[in-house]
């Protein structure tokens, strides 16, 4: 058993998104039930409104009282049985569109998916960096990594994170930039949209106490474990026998087995030491990166205070992870663990890109940082960061 805090607004998205025009009173209602205020119904099927009402580029841009004097919408009639559900805007909302923030039984939550993949992460960095002939083994087959996850990751399946819920339904709603150095683009400092985002915020009431994160380790379990360990272990060699793999293969593989076994079977050995070592270097490069940046656009001290804040937490022993998107990719990433090599190779298979049908990025430094609008009508706050109990 343990317990989660919310230190600052987390978006785990759905994968939809809306646009603001379908926010009318603290609340997101669905398009059409918008479009049934329109009196005149014929109105809508005018070719020129159409045309505008398909292309998203335009709509997401438009207005809230552009659109509806365009189609004659009036918010005021809009059937409120209908609404999706409640939002929080916590500061004026431009039109633009919003990404939904997952959902479960029409209560936020953090998938204990996401936990458990970030744990694993963790995990992986910890077998790499104190097992050198294990590091120099996944580096040199960066390019087979899928077919050596396929061959081990079964016994990653011991480790079971539940869903954390919490005791509402109202996400907050915040509009989020990403902030960086100057560029012939952006000669006063780059300042880059990325739209409203739905969030959970500190102070969102949990709908228990105490939260599942890690199941406890009874002996039952690990003995399921080991059960899940040894057919791991005969699967490698049944494909030693056929030729699959090579001996090497096969031991160093059953070596990696047995540390993932070593490791699950107990978090809170390997886990608050590792995690924190990581989020504390990642922060410290922010915060120097911070420092670099002259774009007065966003208030970047009060965020260096922030994570100042957090490295105390962290020297006093508590537990700081990052979740969500629009976060630093080094958090979840095992790549720094390979030091220089890192840039030289693993980038070229693992570097997030940097948009829809675009490149991978060229670098890995951190080259901007994505800040939220908060109620202050400030751009001064950060994405993700939660303190876990175990």
């Known amino acids: 058993m343990g317990r989660i805090t919310v230190l600052s607004p987390l978006h785990i998205g759905s994968g939809e998104e809306y646009f603001t025009i379908t926010l009318h009173n603290n609340k997101r209602y669905p398009l059409e039930v918008m479009l049934d205020t329109v009196e005149n119904k014929v109105d809508l099927l005018d070719l020129t409104s159409l045309n505008k009402l398909t292309n998203k580029s335009i709509v997401s841009q438009m207005p809230k009282d552009e659109f509806f004097r365009m189609f004659k919408i009036n918010a005021t009639k809009v059937n409120e049985s209908k609404a999706l559900y409640p939002v929080n805007p916590m500061h004026s909302i431009k039109a633009g569109n919003v990404y939904e923030c997952v959902k479960t039984f029409n209560k936020l939550y953090i998938p204990g998916s996401s936990l458990k993949g970030y744990i694993i992460s963790m995990m992986w960095y910890s077998i790499l960096k104190d097992n050198p002939d294990i590091r120099k083994y996944i580096f040199d087959n960066l390019n087979s990594w899928n077919s050596i996850n396929n061959r081990i990751s079964a016994l990653q399946n011991m480790l079971i994170v539940r869903d954390i819920i919490f005791d509402s339904n109202i996400p907050s709603l915040f509009e989020a930039k990403s902030f960086g150095k100057s560029s012939p683009r952006y000669p006063n400092g780059v300042d880059i949209p990325i739209g409203i985002l739905e969030c959970i915020t500190p102070n969102t009431p949990l709908k228990e106490e105490n939260i599942e994160i890690i199941v406890n380790n009874t002996n039952s379990s690990i003995q399921i474990a080991n059960q899940i ?100 990719y080094y958090y979840k990433s095992i790549g720094p663990v390979f030091g220089e ?50």
């Open 229 to 328: 360990k040894n057919t791991c272990i005969q699967s490698l060699k049944v494909l030693k026998e056929k030729g699959k793999i090579s001996v090497d293969q096969m031991h160093m593989e059953t070596k990696i087995i047995n540390q993932i076994f070593d490791h699950l079977k107990d978090i809170k050995l390997w886990f608050p030491t590792v995690n924190n070592e990581v989020v504390k270097e990642n922060i410290n490069r922010e915060i120097e990166f911070l420092k670099k940046i002259n774009n007065n656009k966003f208030v970047k001290y009060d965020i260096i205070y922030f994570y100042e804040e957090l490295l105390n937490k962290i020297k006093d022993g508590k537990i700081i992870i990052r979740l969500g998107k629009h976060t630093n």
């Open 341 to 390: 090599d890192f840039t030289k190779k693993y980038k070229d298979l693992f570097t997030p890109t940097t948009g829809k049908n675009q490149k991978k990025k060229t670098d890995p430094s951190i080259g901007t940082i994505n800040v939220l609008k908060s109620q202050t009508e400030r751009f001064d706050s950060v994405l993700g960061f939660i303190e876990i109990e175990l």
